[in-house]
């Protein structure tokens, strides 16, 4: 009698086993052979003008995989799709994924302008947050803080450079790392909400250093190079509060503060 059990109770667990498979089986059938309703595309921009529009990522995931509606969901690669995705030049991320309705959904998020660049040659590019060049869009152009001057970076010639601040001082030739220090000093002004708001400009100088032009006042701030940025702003936001809030935003054409411990004024004449 306890053998018959014992050979009940084996037998119990081998159909229930089977039953499972079989029921995985037949869900990843069904789910394989279900046509696709449609594809939903949501775009997150964070902070930023917008470069890179949901029909553009609509029309890259045709150029992909084709038509999308009615097409059976085994039939189409994600992974495909996420890597043409990837290289547009804009996009940051990008996550793609089947929901339990029969749709496929997109989220993508673009990568985030902090300068735009306008080089001696005026070449325009842009550089975002994490240091990685982005080409003009000439349809979408962003408001960003911008940088000119003597600049003789390309993008055509750099598309795939990042800026990798590690580097400084190590592999970085003359012009890279003038790019380095243009991105240093843009990511310090936008990170400050007052500085982000009244600099306007970084004019590069014949000897690579920095003059900045903010939005109120009729002076140029002569920062020098991109060092010491918390002491060198520190003394330019006292001087504001303690020196033009009083005697006026354009009593002086120049203030230097390059120079340790001291804010240097030449007065309009």
């Known amino acids: 009698m ?110 985030e302008p902090i300068l735009r660049i306008i080089n001696s040659k005026y070449e325009t590019f842009y550089v975002d947050g994490s240091g990685r060049l982005l080409p003009p869009n000439p349809f979408y152009p962003a408001r960003v803080l911008v940088a000119n001057g003597n600049i003789s970076h390309s993008y055509m010639a750099n598309r795939n450079f990042r800026i990798e601040t590690p580097m400084y001082g190590d592999t970085l030739g003359p012009a890279d790392t003038l790019l380095l220090e243009l991105y240093k000093l843009a990511l310090f002004i936008n990170r400050d909400k007052f500085l982000k708001a009244d600099i306007d400009q970084i004019y590069v100088t014949p000897t690579q250093e920095f003059e900045l032009l903010p939005k109120v006042g009729g002076h140029v701030i002569m920062l020098g190079r991109a060092d010491n940025l918390d002491e060198k ?12 809030n009083i005697i006026g935003w354009n009593k002086y054409n120049y203030i230097n503060i390059k120079y340790t411990n001291q804010v240097v004024c030449s007065k309009l004449q």
């Open 2 to 111: 306890k053998k018959f059990w014992k050979i009940a109770y084996v037998a119990m667990w081998i159909l229930l086993v089977a039953g499972a498979c079989f029921l995985v089986g037949f869900t990843s059938f069904e789910q394989y052979n279900r046509p696709c309703r449609r594809i939903y595309v949501t775009m997150d921009y964070g902070q930023a003008d917008k470069l890179v529009m949901k029909e553009d990522i609509d029309s890259i995931i045709r150029r992909t995989t084709g038509r999308i509606s009615g097409k059976p969901m085994g039939w189409i690669n994600i992974r495909q799709i996420e890597r043409s995705i990837k290289q547009q030049a804009y996009v940051e991320k990008v996550h793609i994924y089947e929901s339990l309705d029969g749709n496929i959904c997109a989220e993508v998020k673009q990568r």
């Open 233 to 244: 702003f520190k003394k330019l936001l006292v001087f504001y509060k303690k020196g033009l």
